[in-house]
């Protein structure tokens, strides 16, 4: 059956796969990689909820820690950052080692608009896992709201190395700089940002240029 089953998924049939998980997992219901994969091709089928709620279900009568690191994963998914950050706390409390934990869950804290809680836990991961350049955007934006200007830059400088740039880094780098008094860096990055945004950002292009006007004149 978990022949089938992969194969099934490797073709993309999902509806196909679900029902012989589904399956599967009547007779190994404690298989917990099998109630992963079923919540997991729930997701890609548009279920989020409802693969939320399976594993909510396994995670309460069988609790364990590939349950609930997926499950978390799931709230991040479903942008539910308020349950998904117990479950990622816990996690990297028994994993001290783990950085991708780390960045996960400074991730959840910042979307909660936990500033300081979410750029401590940011700085512990990048002490064990510097190199996940994609989460130092996140990092920077912590850092800058809590007006720790200087480190914001760094980080934005650092991911610069190794990523493009983007609207956003330009933006967060102009207000540090902006924040900083150094006008001359701020105004550069702040026509970056407008150069770049095309419009997607229409209220911080107003806030841009609006500053712009006030550092040239």
Do not use: C
Request: aromatic residues 8%; hydrophobic residues 40%.
């Amino acid at each position: 059956m978990d022949h089938l089953i992969a194969l099934y998924l490797r073709q993309k049939r999902l509806p196909e796969a679900e029902s012989w998980l589904q399956k599967y997992i009547v007779v190994h219901p404690n298989n917990m990689e099998s109630q992963v994969q079923l919540a997991r091709t729930l997701s890609l089928e548009g279920k989020t909820q409802d693969a939320i709620a399976a594993l909510e279900k396994v995670n309460q009568s069988a609790p364990s820690p590939v349950i609930a690191r997926a499950l978390a994963s799931l709230y991040i998914d479903a942008s539910q950052y308020d349950a998904a950050a117990p479950l990622l706390q816990d996690l990297a409390q028994k994993n001290p080692a783990d950085g991708q934990l780390r960045w996960a869950l400074g991730g959840a804290l910042l979307h909660q608009r936990k500033y300081p809680e979410a750029e401590a836990v940011f700085l512990e991961a990048l002490k064990l896992d510097a190199g996940r350049y994609d989460s130092y955007l996140e990092m920077a934006f912590s850092a800058q709201q809590n007006k720790h200007y200087e480190l914001a830059i760094r980080v934005l400088d650092t991911r610069g190395r190794h990523l493009p740039e983007t609207p956003a880094s330009y933006w967060l780098r102009a207000l540090s700089y902006d924040g900083l008094g150094a006008y001359k860096p701020a105004a550069a990055n702040y026509k970056l940002f407008l150069a770049t945004d095309e419009g997607k950002s229409p209220d911080d292009e107003f806030k841009a240029r609006h500053r712009l006007k006030a550092i040239e004149h």
